[in-house]
């Protein structure tokens, strides 16, 4: 199995806005995130309420599944 890695770079281009754009509404949580106990954490999570949190948390289940699970033995890359 070969994987083509042409053009990613454009790829990257497309995508980098967006995943600025993820970044910047999730900073816009983080005073009230930090300040939550854990509890209140998962019931925000689990509210469904909030689907710029529910994008987010999609897809850090999907990295950790997929790519980036045990990612604490590559230590600082």
């Known amino acids: 199995m070969n994987l083509n890695l042409t053009d990613q770079e454009t790829e990257k281009a497309a995508i980098a806005p967006k995943l600025l ?3 910047q509404l999730l900073d816009e ?3 009230i995130w ?3 106990p854990d509890e209140k954490r998962k019931k925000w999570i689990q509210s469904g ?3 710029v949190l529910d994008i ?3 897809m850090y289940k999907y990295l950790h599944k997929n790519f980036f699970k045990g990612a604490d033995r590559y230590g600082d890359i």
């Open 49 to 51: 309420k909030d689907p």
């Open 21 to 23: 754009k993820l970044k």
């Open 34 to 36: 930090d300040k939550l």
């Open 56 to 58: 987010a948390w999609d």
């Open 29 to 31: 949580r983080k005073l």
